[in-house]
């Protein structure tokens, strides 16, 4: 499940001053491994500077395209950010685990429904390929879009989506939202309060949204989910996906942990490992530690690629963003969070 696969980068292509989309070359071989779904994403890993170096980037073209692609921007002290703007070429060669994620879209064409999708940054990498999968596979559903940024510079995907705007003029709507610049037929500022209201009950009050879509910053996030839910939007309706989240906002203290060792079976590949650890660890820390091929790639809990499934004992995790409540009643963690508060934890990698 943490396999790694060198792919040759067959495409680069400069979208700002400050990101890049990356295409991959898959072999026929490898088709169906790199199969996806819209919204997911691929970890892509590699040296630089003589350390190992994971990151997620989630794919930015829609599943029927035959493209591997993502897009990376820049971020500052982005150790690899800046790496693959500046250094990557054509040829290159990283290693790719399959894709993964539970922030998905998946299109039925047997129902008419309209989605919305509000991004921000390079939030709209997973939206843009939703977007596309809605458009190409559900031929009579609408999509909204509500799309910040600092101005148009700054703007990932600027053409592709208008050209997007002009093939299906009847079915995708765009507003973009601009802090550092006027634009005619664009809002001032960021996406807040105002906007969601401007938007979806003003501009498209007509419109009958069966789902939204929501991936960008934490505060952008709970700003629209917050709106959404004061209308009377059922939350299962939602959906959304951080690329980066505050440095305290949602963590608790782990004051639960129990003292001494802990004794931790895990279940990875198909290969079980019982050993001792401790408690103050995160489950993934410990597997690390133990040369075990866990997956992983964040390891701040905004990502699901580190994910199991507790089948005896417990554990608390410092931060949660991504599995339900109902999730994590049967037993599923995000390793890089979780804690061990028994004295005996099996954990399996393998069962999700």
């Known amino acids: 499940m943490s396999s790694f696969y060198k792919l040759a980068i067959k495409n680069i292509e400069r979208l700002t001053n400050k990101s890049i989309s990356i295409s991959f070359d898959v072999p026929e071989s490898l088709k169906n491994t790199f199969a996806f779904k819209a919204g997911q994403y691929i970890t892509l890993k590699t040296n630089?500077?003589?350390?190992?170096?994971?990151r997620d980037y989630s794919l930015c073209t829609s599943p029927k395209s035959g493209e591997l692609k993502v897009a990376i921007k820049e971020v500052l002290d982005g150790t690899f950010s800046a790496y693959a703007n500046n250094k990557l070429q054509v040829g290159d060669i990283l290693e790719v685990a399959a894709p993964r994620g539970r922030f998905i879209f998946e299109p039925n064409d047997n129902k008419t429904k309209n989605i919305a999708a509000f991004a921000a940054g390079s939030g709209i990498t997973p939206i843009l390929s939703i977007i596309k999968c809605a458009l190409e596979e559900e031929i009579h559903s609408k999509v909204i879009l509500v799309y910040g940024n600092k101005s148009t510079e700054d703007t990932m995907f600027l053409n592709e989506l208008l050209e997007l705007q002009h093939q299906y003029k009847d079915r995708f709507s765009i507003q973009f939202v601009f802090s550092q610049q006027d634009e005619d037929d664009a809002i001032f500022g960021r996406i807040e309060k105002s906007t969601v209201n401007y938007v979806m009950k003003n501009k498209h009050k007509h419109v009958e949204v069966d789902a939204y879509y929501l991936c960008g910053p934490e505060a952008m996030i709970h700003t629209v989910k917050d709106v959404l839910t004061e209308h009377g939007i059922d939350k299962t309706k939602i959906h959304?996906?951080?690329?980066?989240?505050?440095?305290?906002?949602?963590?608790?203290?782990?004051?639960?942990?129990?003292?001494?060792?802990?004794?931790?079976?895990?279940?990875?590949?198909?290969?079980?490992?019982?050993?001792?650890?401790?408690?103050?660890?995160?489950?993934l820390e410990a597997a690390?530690?133990?040369d075990l091929d866990a997956p992983y790639s964040c390891q701040g809990g905004i990502c699901s690629s580190c994910l199991a499934r507790i089948k005896e004992g417990e554990a608390?995790?410092?931060q949660n963003n991504i599995l339900t409540e109902a999730e994590v009643a049967e037993g599923l963690i995000l390793t890089c969070q979780a804690h061990p508060t028994t004295p005996t934890i099996v954990v399996d990698y393998d069962d999700v």
């Open 316 to 318: 608390t995790m410092r």
């Open 240 to 283: 959304f996906e951080l690329f980066k989240t505050s440095k305290t906002d949602g963590i608790e203290e782990v004051n639960d942990v129990t003292s001494g060792k802990t004794k931790i079976t895990i279940i990875v590949d198909e290969e079980t490992t019982t050993f001792q650890m401790s408690p103050k660890q995160t489950v």
């Open 288 to 290: 690390l530690d133990e």
């Open 48 to 54: 630089i500077d003589g350390n190992e170096v994971r």
